[in-house]
């Protein structure tokens, strides 16, 4: 059978197939379930809902997959009825999507799948034909194996082989997720949920077992672990209560019975290659699993096992998971389903009730319900670190534990609660950073600093790794961030830079040490202190930060008080430490010193200051637990205490008083790695750079380089379609690679990489990508294996060079086709031109050292250099023959330059002279780089890398492609070397809004294109804002949308974020702002127009299948239209986003939109490259009615469209057909107007009193202007400054005003004056004419005088050649203000100032009224013009009324409150006012007293002006008190805690071993929970503990055992002490109601251990007062005889009792006895052996310094590395383990927050009973039992 195993774990690999086919099959089950579900039940308004229903046919889920070759994979999901056969397909073909394992949601109809393929790792979902859809991604190191759901509580389980992690998801809200299992996992391979018994089962082919535990990960424990070796699927049989799973590798279908686990039984086993089991599913008459070979879905019936197949035409390669649905419809709401339990994150079902978890890396807090803050243990506190040996797990926990608050308010306290975390670890060196919130400790086990949070975050890290074992000083210098420890192994003090696994450290004292142990910083006066023990020392020394001016302040010559702990006082600036059994203080330097207290019982280690407190940690001896001494400065008299079991070590007192800030030199000493700040002259510091070990300080005194060997780094160069990396340290041993292919490491078939730049220091390459359709800069990480490049900058034309000034992040290029030199950031934000009308830049270097550029002109012939702000252009180099590549090599101050087209490599100084000849290479170069005394030259005519020396002698070619190529590639060297450091003039941008651009002295401050400095010369401005007569245009490329004047002159940018994309563009002359469409986002936003991006909002959100691109704005109805090219329809919405409608669905593939209000039209284009007949300009009333297509052939993507009213003429561009063409509004009186050439047209837009159309193109830069009529070609502006532009449109209006109040701002048509609308000048109350600046002139008041250019710019038609009206005119000799209609159709005016005289006219533009102008056109909603007025219209949910203006909707709020109810509110719909009223034991929430109203959205809201939407849950409060608490030894009785409502009543009594204190509540106190406060009434009552005194002499040889409380009425276990063990009689001592022991006379109960021998062992007892009769027994013992044969037995006496002298007795009943007895004795003796030699290791394990060296080396040993092992949430004795983002492995394991509490035992040395003060030796004696969770 072992062989059949082994055949097929061999075979079945090999028999798998790369396919993927998702199926869903219907099955119809066992008849009674059949009818079930055939049986729908029918309720009226009063019928009880059923608690289960059944909705469909049972149905089997399963996965297979099918691939015909490695390019045709098919995936589908199948719904198949076994008696029907119908079959409906669900296909996904070729999408990268491959499921793993699947479940279902029947409530909500989803099925849910794991996804690993390319389709996006996680879990997916999806519903019957529709589109999948991901809900959760999960890491890249992740597997997701198999999932299960809860629909109840919306909760999906997984397990995660990759991390070997079991997770739990919320559906709701994905972001809550909770590791549940994270411990001794192998490969978790499928999991199933017992959602009604809550547990869960899972199987773990790793570990070769099947394991379980409660749903929240409690009560973990190993179901079957035997006789089972690759269990892939489990099924759970509800009916039966059995667990089936399938063996693979055994090939087997088991189960076994939940009801009784040793009930197993295989079910289904086969032989050879019959079978391969892949899945299991169970209904209450079959089991239904997988054949892979079969390659059916086979079951077998549970009566008498036969065995059939479901569906014999199907037939599948592999099959994987598999699920039964018995279409169950969960109705019951579990503990969860309500307000999620009231839990703040997570809410899991469970037996009892139910478990609030947190989402990853937060902590549930001490409710049991909310979840951890950014202030957790932030604050006050005293931390120290213990040491404790765990016997659940069999190794020692270190812990950081503390004290919250000031010790003032707990230090006198009776009882003292402290937090703690349990680690793992073996943490002995404690310090903080109160800045920022974080703990530094010292690991002796990982051999680290470590950093954990102290706000709530899980996010620790490591500082550093590589200390030794033995580190118990670390100290954190605030200040200048730098953190200290003193190594005593290594015996060196070192600092590090306070960083996430800082690779830089410097070894500060390095010589003369013993062993440092303890250490300080002092910042303000710049000195570091430490401690340092030893056969030599015993010593406290002082030196400057940097370890300089080192002496010596204290020295003791005692060796038998060695000094540990030190710190510092630094309100009173003393130095405080201590020497085990004495506390001293001193000065600083180290004068003065005092002893504060001294006690030869103590051994003190850490010391830590507070105000006038000191805290000491005492190891313990002659029996006394390890403690926390609390001393006063002040005083000599003694201390108090805390004790704790186990060892403590580091201790800190956390509080921000213990680390004032203080501006240090530091703080601009730009360093290139450490500062530190030390004594300068007086009192005052200064600032000092520091470098790691192994480097220097370079000769400005602040960088540092390498002192010893460079790094060997890379060279890169570009090969078209990839980039390769060469080793630059290259010499005679190189070897040429086999493949120069392998050495390349980014491959892209369609690229056209070409330029190289490196930012060594972020270790980023940027490149060039000449792609043809989409020219780009890209960058991509040179860290780690990615691959994945991102563009930093699209649409650029030609790049000829770039280059990187690394010292103030920015990016240069050149382009050849813009003639220009761009700059930008790194990311690719602000970007500006700096250069233009050059005639062909290509290469380019940066000098950052000294603040300027060079670059080559290859067709001028001439090397330029200028500032890096673009100034200060001068040729370097002149006569220059087609120059092709330059580099700066700083090593020998020169540059570096390929000439005469590659034949020749030259070089000349920084100035440009001393012009010499280096190389003439037997090939044409192209490009060059240099490493430092190496060359490296890229061929021309084929990919090739020559390598030389400077000198130019010896090249060598080290790779050669032998592939021709046309263009010339590039070559850099990566390398520190050639970007040396300086200390920029930019860093933080030197307060410079968008980019800072160093020069030779200082810096500029600079703006992107299209803006200009503000008068701060810092901020950036728009270049002009225009309010009228502008054309606005979107340019995705670069991120910005830009005004345009009239006549092409000025460009003005508005200020968009950099992550903003858009095509679509409106302006609204209302309010004056501009709207934009984001086709990234799927987002319409608007901001001021004056650039700001702090008005910048979102007024359409991003929604599902919807990709939003024209817009268009009537202002008169205050509207917003747009195409929605993904959803095909054009929908309306109000400006502000509130109000939304689908006017026109089904709109095939729509773009383009325009509106003409005027007479209440809308035009809009469709676009198709498939089916032309689609394409087409269509037109429609703006309300959507009337839909007319009005041109139809002859097109296929016309994506621009304007209109011209005045003409009457609709024009259009298509960017397939490459026409720009123009007809009449009614289609008719077509026109071609001009053809394109290799153009993608895009945005269209007109200007009526212009001769000219304007358009965009994606192929080409720029906006292009073509005459109307057709003559004459096409112009183009703005190809220099513009990348990528979509839309554009212009707008007219007004100029502005003058005079006034208005600064100058143009009339705002319509305005109110006096409540009354007007939409032109008046000359009410004023000598001009004048208008409103703002929609409302009452409460605003802005206005300004119209003058002869005001109201109108322009007119159209007439005899005024389209001047602009002038008002006011002369009429029949009266003057006219306004436009006016007498004697025209259409508004007209004057174009001079006397019409009666010169008769010149013009007809008025139209002026942007309709019908909706005024209120609304009286509708409620919207308004929307039509020719023949206006229709009015409501939202998406809405539908009009009969009166045809106000809206209404079915909409109805809920009628249930919780615990009350609504009073006369049936059919609660839209506007609908109710009252409501509370259960008894609740009263109305006062915030929500009153009526209230039912809103649009069937949400109530008050009725009131504030309008605040409620939540029905919090209506009625519940009139309760809250848990009593009382004090110690007072017990509760009667609804105390359970039913406290008002009114209810709380017995309190003394508890058992207690006694009243007052006489005044002989029998108890009864108080009440009251009304007026929900509260209890005050308790008088109090009670006092009756205790019993430890007498030593009542057990010889013993005591009782720590854990006795000595209060009345309570039991008490002994134990004996170290050499004795427990006599057989074990008795329990019992303490009376009047504090007596029972039994009370002497015992002796504990007898020592004796030496046994080999084959004797004779134990003696002495006489106790309870007597037995001695005995001898004889029994046998087996001797080992070195001979074959049988064991040779002998009679030994052996004694118990007193020994007899006879030493025998001829009593066997007795000898069969006693020997029992002695037996029983025997095995005690062993145990208490085995106890005493495990608490001697303890000991040994706990206290590695009282070991030195050689003990603490020991301490690696295994027990404590292993992991701490747990499985459920937040519990304190199995926790969760939790994943580090800041590490690979956890930073500490499985840190849990946990709170004791300490009862308090009074010592004072005088006896007495008064208040305890500090020297009174006030000791709290700390329990370990935990009480709650933190």
Partial sequence: MEQISTIMATIIPLTQRNWILVIYILLTVASGNAQLASTPTTASPTTVVPTTQYQGDPEIIFISRDETDPTQVLYQIHHMNTVTKIDRIYNFHNSGIKPLSIDFDNSNNYIYWSENGIGGKGIWRAKDG??????????????????????????????????????????????????????DLGRPKDIIVDHENKMMYWTDIGKGRIEMADADGRNRQVLVDRNISRPISISLDKKDNRLYWVDSLRDVIEYIDLNNTSIRKVVKKEILLNAQYSGVAVDNKRIFYTDSIRRHVMYINKTDYSIDTIFTHLSFNELLDIKYNDKFIPTVNNSCSVNNGDCENICIPTKSNRTCACKEGKRLLTNGKSCSRIIALHGANILFLTQEFNFNYGRTISNLRGIQGDPETWLYQPTVRTWYISFGRWLTGIDFDYRSEHVYLTDALSRSIKVFPMNGSLHTWTEFSGTSPIVHGVAVDW??????????????????????????????????????????????????????????????????????????????????????????????????????????????????????????????????????????????MFGRRPRVLIFLTTTTSGYNSISFRGSIYGIAFYHPSRQQTFASPCDTAQCGQMCVAVPGNGTQLKAKCVCGDGKKLAANGKNCEKSDHPISQTFAYSAGDRICLVNAQVDKSWKAPHKPDDICWLRNTGADFRHLAVDVYSHTLFFSDQDSILPNIRKISLVGKRKNSTVVLSGVANVGGIAVDWVSDHLYWTDIKLKEIWVANLDGTSQKILLRNLTKPTSIAVNPPNGVMYWLDETEGNMYQANLDGTDKIVLVRNLSNPLDLVIDYMDDRILYINNNGSNVEWVNMLGRNKKKLINPEQNVSNIAVYKGYIALTLMSKTGVLLTNKGGT????????????????????????????????????????????????????????????????????????????????????????????????????????????????????????????????????????????????????????????????????????????????????????????????????????????????????????????????????????????????????????????????????D????????????????????????????????????????????????????????????????????????????????????????????????????????THCITTNHHRAWCSVTHNYDTDGLWGNCDSKVNVSYTEGGNGNGKACVFPFVYYGVNITQCISDAHIRPWCAVTNNYDTDAEWGNCPYDGTTKCSSNNGGCSEFCLATPTGRTCACNSIFQLKADGVSCYNETTCTQKIRSGSF???????????????????????????????????????????????????????????????????????????????????????????????????????????????????????????????????????????????????????????????????????KCDKQGNWEPMAAVVLCSKITTTQSTTTTTTTEPTTISYKPTTVTTKVVTPIPTIGKPKTTEQPIVSGKTSALGTQDDAKINGLMGGLVTVVLLLAIVVACIAFYMYRKRRMSDPSKYERSSLRESTRSDMGQQ???????????????????????????????????????????????????????????????????
């Fill in 1215 to 1318: 960017s397939v057909t490459l026409r720009l063409e123009r007809a009449n509004l009614n289609g008719t009186g077509r026109q071609i107007i001009a053809y394109l050439t290799d153009a993608y047209a895009f945005g269209l837009t007109i200007v009526n009193h212009t001769n000219y159309v304007y358009y965009t193109d994606w192929n080409d830069r720029g906006i292009f202007y073509q005459p109307r009529n057709g003559n004459g070609t096409a112009m183009v502006f703005g190809a220099d400054v513009f990348s990528g532009l979509n839309e554009i449109k212009y707008y007219s209006g007004t100029h502005g005003t003058t005079g006034g109040n208005g600064a100058g701002l143009p009339c705002h048509f319509p305005y109110l004056y006096n409540d009354q609308n007007y």
């Fill in 479 to 620: 200040i200048n961030r730098n953190v200290y420890w003193a190594d005593q192994d290594y015996e060196h003090i070192v600092m590090a830079k306070m960083a996430v696994d800082t690779k830089e450290t410097k070894t500060v004292v390095n010589t003369g040490l013993d062993r440092p142990v303890s250490i300080a910083v002092h910042p303000k006066k710049g000195k570091l202190f430490w401690s340092d023990y030893g056969p030599n020392n015993n010593r406290i020394e002082v030196s400057n930060l940097d370890g300089s001016n080192r002496t010596t302040i204290y020295h003791s010559t005692d060796a038998s008080y060695l000094i540990k702990g030190i710190t510092i006082d630094y309100e009173r600036d003393k130095l405080i430490f201590t020497n085990g059994i004495g506390l001293y203080k001193m000065d600083l330097d180290g004068s003065n010193v005092e002893l504060l207290y001294q006690n030869q019982m103590l051994e003190m280690y850490e010391v830590s200051a507070y105000k006038n407190l000191v805290f000491a940690t005492d190891k313990g």
């Fill in 130 to 183: 529709a589109v999948p859809e991901k809900i959760f991604a999960v890491e890249s190191t992740s597997i997701v194996e198999s999932l299960d759901v809860d629909p109840v509580s919306q909760l999906v389980y997984y397990v995660d082989s990759g991390k070997k992690s079991i997770v739990l998801v919320k559906l709701d809200d994905p972001t809550l997720y909770r590791t549940v299992i994270a411990t």
């Fill in 1463 to 1629: 009073s006369n509110c049936q059919h609660a719909t839209v506007d609908k006012r109710c009252g409501f009223t509370c259960d008894t034991h609740f009263k109305k929430n006062s915030l929500y007293d009153g009526e209230l109203a039912c809103s649009r959205s069937g949400r109530w809201y008050t009725d009131g002006p504030s309008n605040v939407y409620v939540d029905t849950d919090n209506l009625c409060l519940e009139q309760k008190c809250p848990k009593l608490t009382v004090r110690e030894g007072v017990q509760q009785s009667g609804n105390c805690t359970s039913g406290n409502y008002v009114g209810s009543q709380c017995l309190l009594k003394c508890a058992k071993g207690y006694i009243v204190s007052s006489h005044l509540y002989p029998n108890g106190e009864n108080i009440m929970c009251q009304s007026n406060n929900l509260n209890w009434q005050k308790s008088n009552m109090t009670c006092s503990p009756i205790y019993c005194k430890e007498n030593k002499s009542s057990i010889l040889n013993g005591h009782l055992r720590e854990d006795c409380t000595f209060l009345a009425e309570h039991e008490c276990q002994y134990q004996c002490d170290y050499g004795y063990g427990k006599n057989p009689l074990n008795l329990t001592f």
């Fill in 1764 to 1830: 701490y092992k747990s499985n459920s949430i937040d519990s304190p004795k199995n926790s969760v383990a939790y994943s580090n983002s800041g590490e690979g492995n956890l930073a500490f394991d499985n840190p849990i927050y946990v709170t004791e509490e300490a009862k308090v035992n009074l010592q004072n040395d005088d006896n007495d009973n008064t208040k305890p003060q500090i020297g009174s030796q006030h000791e709290i004696v700390m329990d370990n039992n935990v009480t709650s969770g933190m």
């Fill in 954 to 1213: 010896n090249p060598k070619l080290i790779i050669n492609e032998n592939k021709t190529k046309n263009y010339k590639y590039d070559i850099i060297a990566i390398d520190e070397a050639v970007q040396p450091v300086i200390a920029g003039v930019c860093n933080g941008n030197s307060g410079c809004q968008q980019i800072c651009l160093p020069k030779p002295s200082g810096y500029t401050c600079a703006c992107t294109d299209g803006m200009k400095l503000g008068t701060d010369k810092k901020s950036c401005v728009p270049e002009k804002v225009l309010y009228s007569d502008f054309f606005l245009v979107a340019d995705d490329y670069r991120h910005e949308i830009y005004q345009v004047d009239k006549d092409l002159k000025t460009i003005s940018a508005m200020g968009l974020p950099h992550e903003e994309n858009p095509i679509g563009v409106a302006y609204d002359p209302v309010e004056r702002r501009i709207y934009w469409t984001d086709y990234t986002l799927g987002t319409i936003k608007r901001m001021a127009i004056n650039g700001s991006i702090n008005k910048q909002e979102t007024v359409r959100p991003k929604t599902s299948n919807s990709r939003l691109d024209a817009i268009a704005i009537d202002p008169s109805s205050r509207i917003l239209y747009y195409t929605d090219m993904k959803a095909n329809n054009i929908g309306i919405m109000s400006l502000d986003g509130g109000l939304n409608k689908i006017l026109i669905a089904s709109v095939y593939n729509p773009r383009a939109i325009v509106l003409d209000p005027e007479n209440g039209n809308m035009y809009y284009t469709t676009r198709s490259k498939i089916d032309t007949k689609r394409a087409g300009i269509w037109r429609a009333n703006m309300d959507g009615t009337n839909v007319t297509k009005i041109v139809a052939q002859g097109l296929s993507y016309p994506n621009g469209l304007a209109i011209d009213t005045t003409e009457m003429k609709i024009y259009w561009i």
